[in-house]
């Protein structure tokens, strides 16, 4: 279990964290999103101990790792997968991390095994490809057999085949009862992975929740109808509240006739709607936000950098 606590970390007159206050509990996958800058590293950072808090606090299985005896057995994390040195071998790394962290050696085949790193455990890391790296900094994390695992964006630099991989090793963890939170920038890419997420904006929780909650809390979703008498039924629709805007019908592939989108009425109520007014109707379906318009819904407040506008 994570634990925090008006967790602040300020830089300067900037508050990477600013009062984050949030529990995460036993057996869940959490995913931490936000764009850059958002302060998700920072976070991260400051449950494994590496950061000290400028306010708050922040504990793991009920206290804090700077106090932890043997903080590598409480929670494993993958932060900087190419913190290594490029001159041993996998398996080499691997037991130094273990001494260094009061583990016995017999981990490290286990982890490499858990990484599928087993076949190059002899390789020198530095010819390990990003992908391989991403993998070692996984088997570390693993050493430790920690109740709680932190993965800072663990897909980055992964093939289709590593990325399934690491979403099913994910799924078996959190399976197994442990807690873990796992960042990305993109929706897509922890969608059927994670249980929830908490979606930051400058040092701030700006949406929290189950992935459902998230997509419906989106104005994104909205009912879509296709009528050959679009504008009669979009004058009916408004006179009983609803928004009503002409979408784009989707290209060649597309339906015919005039597409509407619509908010602020259900699927039913617009079928009903249009059969009274005797308006046939060629398409009428309810299209949920995807997550990731979702998730760029909720953060577009609070991107730090925007690129520049093109002149
Ligand atoms: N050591 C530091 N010194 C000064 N400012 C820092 C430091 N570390 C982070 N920051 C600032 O804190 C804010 C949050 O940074 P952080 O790296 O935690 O964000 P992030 O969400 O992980 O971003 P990214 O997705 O780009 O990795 C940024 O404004 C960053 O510039």
Request: glycine residues 12%.
């Amino acid at each position: 279990m994570i634990e925090a606590r008006g967790l602040t970390k300020r830089y300067g007159f900037t508050a990477a964290v600013d009062d984050l206050t949030f529990t995460l509990t036993s057996g869940s996958v959490t995913g931490l999103l936000g764009p850059n800058g958002a302060g998700k590293s920072t976070l991260m950072r400051m449950i494994v101990g590496l950061d000290v808090p400028s306010a708050g606090t922040v504990t793991v299985g009920g206290r804090s790792l700077r106090q932890a005896p043997a903080p590598m057995r409480e929670v494993g994390a993958l932060l900087d997968a190419r913190a290594f040195d490029g001159a041993l071998t996998a398996r080499a790394h691997l037991r130094w991390l273990a001494r260094a962290g009061g583990l016995p050696a017999a981990r490290v085949d286990e982890a490499l095994a858990e990484a599928g790193l087993t076949s190059v455990a002899r390789t020198r890391v530095r010819g390990f490809s990003l992908g391989m790296s991403q993998r070692l900094g996984i088997a570390a994390a693993l050493l430790g057999d920690p109740a709680v695992l932190i993965f800072d964006e663990p897909a980055n630099g992964l093939d289709p085949e590593g990325i399934r991989w690491i979403r099913v090793l994910i799924r078996r963890l959190a399976g197994e009862g442990r807690t873990i939170l796992v960042s990305s920038h993109l929706m897509s890419e922890v969608e059927g992975t994670v249980d929830q997420v908490i979606v930051m904006g400058r040092g701030r929780i700006v949406a929290d929740g189950s992935i459902r909650d998230f997509t419906r809390r989106g104005s994104a979703t909205h009912v879509e109808v296709v009528s050959p008498r679009a504008d009669e039924l979009a004058a009916h629709l408004t006179a009983a509240g609803a928004q009503v805007k002409p979408a784009d019908p989707g290209g060649p592939g597309g339906p015919s006739g005039t597409v509407l989108k619509i908010t602020g009425l259900t699927v039913e109520q617009v079928g009903d709607l249009a059969l009274t007014a005797g308006i046939a109707l060629h398409t009428l379906v309810e299209r949920a936000a995807s997550l990731e318009e979702a998730f760029m819904e909720i953060t577009q407040n609070s991107v730090q950098y925007r690129p520049e506008p093109a002149r």
